[in-house]
């Protein structure tokens, strides 16, 4: 079990906190935010949120849109995966489990939260609530996955051979790979400039991607306890959503859904994210284990 | 009303129907359409006017135009593969509403030349009693479609009266005063100014523009559909909800900057400021141009014509508000006098206190308005605690500042059939929602709105009700937290059909 503690924080609002946690020798980074009280204006109550941020992700790339809107309903907390030390070759899922757990515990200490993983921290909170079922009681993966297939390696391949050889071509590569078809449809190149060029390449990166290419919690799938949501995003090509069906037929108390986006739906989709996270949140029984909850239409 | 015996004698008999609809807009035709479709034949639409179409009958201005685009500013139920637009023009929109009334059945319904007069709940007949300028309608249920922009604002100018040209407001446009070589005024930078100004300005031969407040004004991606693309949506039954739900979730995004998320309120305030500098180059006008106030506290305008006509040489901006007329000369609050030909007023609506409400009456005589007296207020923004069977599609908080009316229209009417079959189900019971209900609905937006920019600093707006303050025309969520808040009809909240046996405990 990881010993952790806060190191520092500091009030930046209201109900907003920064602060680190120490984990393994080192420090991550977490943001606490919104109402300390469970019940929110309309009367029902909705227990903490943690998210968990994706590969190459951080609290304020992936959750800049959630974050501040979920926590006008709940308090929510999220973490900045941080590289473990000494540096080593290698970074296993058991790295960024302790530093999901670390956080839960120093911030939330004895509650119960909803686990909101996205991507690469989808199978993260997966594998924490199947470790962890005290801590986390409910749970959310939004394009998680289970083991790595054949389709994820061979993109994979790619991306660790344009990183190696220092391609110019490969923040189009990943945005081409991110972004969904029927999204790409409405933008203009100019309109995607500035995502061409928002990758930081680094070596906590580097990582991720090979920690990516080896995925298997198949087995910890059964042991989840935690009241699931599976969110699969229909025109993902990272993460097809064949991997979501199998979070749902793997983990007993889940439900599933779909959203209309490619992989990077918090960038796509992310009001229809919030609302459908939100919701689940003030009543996660509405629709019972093993319902298909189909995609609102508008 | 105490009509004479002669009055009585030129009245029709009172006509009845289960429901009595009023006004032919989006909410009144979406009411109607519904009922029509799921097999309820008694109703009756009362229009005033001698057209359908609402707002978009009303306001024939040159360059009128909606600023959502048109295949979700449409019903979910009856898609328009034609829309010639992303953002279609008035007359098309009207057109869309017109043949909604007559392909779905609606025009043998709809009794037209029927401005209501008055509305009262009858409390011994359990009736809603109608009188309109055409006779007396009574009905079970009474839905009102009254709209937020169907009253214009007419400003209490000085020197009105003494001014020699014509004088006309933006949603009564005088189609019969030619501006060619004119001078025109145009008072206020609203919704409607923006799409006005670069119109007048083609014709005109000077136009001087009274802002009191600057706008912010973002770009208008509009562009017309192919033919191509018009023939997929015909074709491809899943093309246009498909095409909807981009367009929808795109807007729904834009709630987080409302409810002043930092970093998406900077970026919605980059791309105004990046547009008028793209557009403005003087630096004088641009200051002028520069809102003093929040984004999203007043509606955010979409207009690639605006500031560009406002650089035309024969073009000002008068930064300060009309203060007065004169024969031949608008006189500006800040001294300065413009002489003019023709004053158009682009001033708005009567928003916070609808005329509505003092027209409908409950039990006791009791007046809407009367009730709302500290700001409109009504339980899932549809039904009123003392007004049984009525319900307000479009009325308070309901207006979005980021996404299409139209989805809030539809749940409401979802809402109201919801209601209908409770009350048939249960032996024709009266749908009477709680105060209780109502109160805590009404502290629950009240509580949601508080961290938004339509209470940020500075903030004045048609969204908030001048006597308190309140946020009584806004819904201060996402729009589809609206239909999973108020998309379903819920019993709980309304009187109990029959006194239920307490539960017997052992």
Known sequence: ?298 | MNPTSDTLTHLPPPEHADVLVIGTGFAGLGTAARLKRRGTHSFVVLERADDVGGTWRDNTYPGAACDVPSHLYSFSFRPNPDWSRLFARGPEIHRYLRDTARDEGLLPHIRFGAEVTQARWDTVTRHWVVTTARGVFTGRFLVTGTGHLSDHSLPDIPGLAGFDGPVFHSARWDHGTPLAGKRVAVVGSGASAVQIVPEVAEAAAEVVVFQRSAPYVVPRPDRAYTDTEKRVFRRDPEAVPAHRAEIFWYLEAGYAARRAAPHQLAEAKAAARAHLERQVADPELRAALTPDYELGCKRVLISDTYYPALTRDHVRLEPSALAQLEPGTAVAASGARHAVDVVVLCTGFETAEPPYAHLVHDGAGTSLAEHWAQGMEAYASTTVAGFPNLFLVNGPNTGLGHNSIVHVIEAQVTYVLGALDWSRAHGDHDVEVTPAAQRRYTGELARRGADTVWHSRGCESWYLDPRSGRLTLIWPDFADEFRHRNGTFDPPAYRAPTLTPAPVTP
């Open chain 1, 1 to 298: 079990m990881a010993t952790s503690t806060v190191r520092e924080a500091s009030v930046e609002g209201p109900h907003h906190v920064e602060g680190v946690v120490d984990v393994d020798g080192v420090s991550v980074r977490y943001v606490d935010s919104g109402p300390r009280d469970e019940a929110a204006e309309d009367g029902t109550a909705r227990p903490p949120i943690v998210l968990v941020h994706g590969t190459g992700g951080s609290i304020e790339r992936d959750y800049g849109f959630l974050l501040p809107l979920l926590a006008s309903r709940q308090r929510v907390v999220a973490l900045d995966f941080a590289r473990p030390e000494p540096p080593s070759d290698r970074l296993t899922l058991g790295h960024l489990e302790r530093q999901v757990v670390a956080a839960c515990e120093a911030v939330l200490p004895g509650r119960s939260v909803t686990l909101v993983g996205y991507s690469l921290g989808a199978v993260v909170a997966t594998a924490v609530a199947a470790h962890r079922p005290d801590l986390a009681d409910r749970l959310v993966t939004v394009a998680g996955w289970a083991r790595t297939d054949t389709q994820q390696k061979l993109r994979n391949g790619v991306w660790r051979r344009l990183r190696t050889e220092n391609s110019a071509a490969l923040p189009s590569y990943m945005a081409f790979c991110a972004l969904g078809g029927p999204f790409l449809a409405q933008a203009t190149l100019e309109q995607l400039a500035p995502l061409l060029q928002h990758g930081t390449l680094d070596e906590f990166l580097d990582l991720q991607m090979a920690l990516n290419e080896s995925i298997d919690i198949t087995d910890l799938l059964g042991r989840v306890r935690a009241t699931t949501l599976v969110i699969g995003c229909a025109h993902d090509q990272m993460v097809p959503v064949r991997h979501s069906k199998a979070l749902f037929g793997a983990i007993p108390d889940a439900r599933y859904t779909e959203i209309s986006s490619g992989h990077a739906v918090v960038f796509e989709r992310p009001a229809q994210l919030v609302q459908i996270i939100d919701r689940f949140n003030a009543d996660p029984d509405r629709h019972p284990a093993g319902s298909l909850i189909p995609e609102a239409r508008v």
